[in-house]
């Protein structure tokens, strides 16, 4: 019986020893040593999003984005021209606006957008040129009624930044208006980008 379990103990043992043997061996023909696990990748917070802008407090103005001026209405002009209509919805705005620039000095420079529909584009119209005048009219109206021109900025957007599809008479002239951007206040120049794009 001591002999059988000599027995059993030694074919054990050597068993045992040729399984390492086949290991390192196998270790061996790999270079040595074990594969090492892949290093987990390193994870790169992402930047914190801006704050948000911060509307412009004005007196007796609402905002109708951080530096739009929310008007009540639109001015008109006749049809294809820069001419303003003076009627009592364009003299509601205007005289508005300019009451706002006389209330609100810490407005040193107002932007005047034009902007069209894309009426008249297939035949070569120059939408551009006309929303620019048409911008130009309003700055011409203002400075006769007392806003010097060095606090004025005009731009013509044409049918660059429709706020609706031009699919309907009245969409067309939803995207038919003169928007009032405050560019710089109290000297400090704002974001020049139009707030709406």
Not at 128 to 142: H, I, P, T
Not at 160 to 180: G, V
Request: hydrophobic share 35%.
């Amino acid at each position: 019986m001591r002999v059988l379990k000599e027995f059993l103990l030694i074919t054990a043992v050597s068993w045992a020893a040729g399984a390492v043997g086949c290991h390192a061996s196998a270790q061996a023909k790999l270079g040595g040593t074990e594969p090492t696990p892949p290093t987990p990748a390193t994870v790169v917070a992402e930047p914190p999003p801006p704050p948000p802008k911060k509307t412009i407090a004005l007196k007796g103005v609402r905002m109708k984005s951080p530096t739009q001026i929310d008007m009540p209405g639109d001015i008109e002009y006749q049809t294809g021209s820069a001419k303003i209509l003076l009627n009592d919805k364009s003299k509601k705005v205007l005289t508005l606006l300019a009451q706002i620039l006389k209330d609100n000095p810490e407005i040193t420079k107002l932007r005047i957008e034009g902007h069209t529909d894309n009426q008249g584009e297939s035949t070569g119209f120059d939408n551009n040129k006309l929303s620019k005048e048409r911008a130009d009219s309003v700055a011409e109206w203002l400075t006769k009624n007392g806003i010097d021109a060095k606090r004025l900025d005009v731009v013509g957007w044409g049918s660059q930044h429709p706020i609706t599809q031009n699919d309907s008479p009245e969409h067309m002239a939803l995207n038919r208006r003169t928007e009032f951007h405050v560019e710089e206040f109290n000297g400090k120049p704002l974001d020049r980008a139009h707030s709406a794009h």
